[in-house]
């Protein structure tokens, strides 16, 4: 379960301001219509005619409607796809680990995967100055990390087998070194693919590279995520998908990075070859950008967090999700761990999807006024209770286990915690949303929003690693069958089993971490949350950066 913020004001990796007029080529033949043969009109007439057939060209010609850039849509809808499959993949292997009994301190190390996408803004603005101008500026980027990505997949998929099944286990170290990789190009792609789409759509079409970031990404990850682990579980394939049982689903690890990888390859080459960055189509943006330098970019970043209201406010972003850390974090891993098969909870993100459609819709009607923090502030306990919920759902999971799985109410039960679980998260994230832009300063609001932007990622990042990280020294375990042994660490776990005994669970680290996660949490919307609404009072001075004062 995690934030929305890969729907939220990504960074571009661009300071841009419009450094002139555009210019639209000129066209002859307006006169061409078989008038010549008519009597001359009055020339005042024939004056506000000719305006009138000028204008309506010109604005035929400045919009081109979405038939005429609908190639460039595509393209743009196929480059987020691509970059939506990898962070699919990462998305999957904690629940490949958790089934393979992982410890949940690796877990924590694997979830360093997810940090590039919160962190870019630190290197895009050198995504942003540095590129060879006769290739194109988003082309010296986007090629050779996706020809990466691809060899990255290629390297993966002879390798990944042996990574998880290790004599000693899956090789964790191995495996968030190489999908940080993989996360981290995604969010340099990302970011050049931004910026690329900003000049390849039209003025009037501009709009649609949102959607297709929104779209693309989604789409990929359910690719990567969801239909791969439906598709390589042998239960599922097998129950709905099978005539004849097999031992495999339909599709490996393996054979999945390979075709995306050969994708990626094929693709990117195309990209390169026939696709100019350069060429100016009509109504296509032909203005020259001006860029700040990378130095002054790093500059005016120091400057705004030097600022005390934005010191504060980030302050705040980055303690509030401490509350929700153990039930965002460890609640679907525990789920597994309970034998919840993970393609079932990967699935149960399809019915979520048009809630997380229009709940934004929705919930920006009440924050769209001068206090949106106010939704925030309301929304908080109620976050911190289905916490709670969480925790007695995991809990009561094993009581409800059949011999052929889990009952449909059970995983009604459990749709219905996660869409109530949505309508908290996305009413502080939208909340949160609309008071970046309305304390941005709009003379730098790209940058100003996407510092502001990812603090609050960043907020979500660090308590979960930390959460996983809390799990098993929180946990207490006995031997039972095995005098004179314990449980307290892995090699005298195995010495337990050896001697013939069994590691029981006493304390479950999990509901320790929940019930503390929440009085953090009641304690955080008492005291600092009242800190975090009264920012709303502040006057728009305070949030100007002083640089431009």
């Not at 009109?41 to 609908?70: F, K, Q, T, Y």
């Not at 595509?74 to 796809?81: G, N, S």
């Not at 939506?84 to 904690?94: E, K, M, Q």
């Not at 997949?153 to 964790?172: D, F, H, I, R, W």
């Amino acid at each position: 379960m995690m934030e929305p913020s890969d729907l939220t004001t990504r960074w571009n990796g661009r300071q841009r301001r419009t450094a002139g007029a555009s210019t639209l080529p000129e066209h002859s033949g307006f006169m061409d219509r078989g008038e010549t043969s008519s009597p001359e009109p009055d020339m005042e007439e024939e004056a506000d005619r000719l305006i009138r057939n000028s204008e309506a060209r010109r604005r035929h010609r400045v919009r081109p409607g979405i038939r005429g850039e609908l190639g460039n849509i595509l393209l743009l809808l196929f480059l987020y796809v691509l970059q939506g499959i990898p962070l699919g993949l990462a998305g999957s292997v904690p629940l490949i680990l958790q089934s393979k009994s992982v410890s949940y301190k690796d877990q924590a190390f694997f979830s360093f995967v997810f940090w590039p996408f919160s962190l870019k803004l630190f290197w895009a603005p050198l995504v942003d100055a540095l590129y060879v101008s006769r290739f194109g500026r988003r082309k010296s980027w986007l090629v050779p990390t996706q020809y990466l990505l691809g060899l990255f997949m290629l390297y993966l998929s002879a390798t990944v087998n042996s990574l998880l099944q290790s004599e000693k286990g899956p090789n964790v170290v191995m495996l968030t070194a190489v999908f940080f990789m993989l996360a981290f190009l995604a969010a340099t792609q990302d970011i050049a693919v931004d910026g690329w789409a900003l000049t390849m759509l039209s003025r009037e079409n501009v709009g649609y590279a949102s959607t297709c970031n929104s779209v693309g990404q989604t789409a990929g990850y359910f690719l990567g995520n969801v239909l791969f682990l439906a598709l390589e579980s042998p239960e599922f394939c097998n129950k709905y998908l099978r005539l004849v049982p097999k031992d495999t689903g339909i599709v490996t690890l393996p054979d999945f990075l390979f075709f995306w990888g050969v994708m990626f390859l094929v693709s990117t080459t195309l990209v390169a070859i026939l696709k100019s960055e350069n060429d100016q189509g009509r109504g296509r943006r032909n203005v020259p950008e001006e860029t700040q330098g990378v130095m002054e970019t790093y500059k005016l970043l120091f400057s705004i967090v030097k600022m005390p209201t934005v010191f504060t406010f980030c302050s705040l972003l980055l303690t509030a999700k401490i509350g929700f850390s153990a039930a965002d974090a460890v609640t679907g891993l525990k789920l597994v761990e309970a034998g919840v098969p993970k393609e079932q909870l990967a699935l149960l993100a399809v019915p979520m999807v048009p809630l997380q459609i229009l709940l934004p819709v929705v919930i920006s009607r009440y924050t769209a006024g001068p206090r949106p923090l106010d939704v925030f502030y309301k929304a908080f306990p109620f976050r911190l209770l289905i916490g709670l919920e969480y925790a007695l759902l995991v809990w009561w999971t094993p009581s409800v286990k059949q011999e052929g799985g889990y009952p449909f109410y059970y995983y009604a039960i459990v749709l219905v915690s996660y869409a109530l679980h949505q309508v908290a998260l996305y009413s502080m994230y939208v909340a949160c949303m609309a008071f970046h832009a309305k304390v941005s300063d709009p003379l730098i609001g790209g940058t100003y929003m996407t510092l502001l932007n990812t603090v609050t990622n960043l907020g979500g990042n660090w308590p979960s690693t930390v959460a996983l990280w809390m799990v098993d020294p929180l946990t207490s375990k006995e031997c039972q069958g095995a005098v004179g042994q314990s449980c307290s660490s892995s090699l005298e776990a195995g010495l337990c089993v050896k001697e013939g005994g069994v590691c029981v669970t006493t304390l479950d680290g999990y509901y320790v971490e929940s019930v503390v996660c929440v009085v953090i949490g009641l304690l955080w919307w008492v005291w600092l949350g009242k800190k975090m609404r009264q920012l709303q009072e502040q006057s728009p001075a305070a949030w100007r950066c002083r640089v431009n004062q």
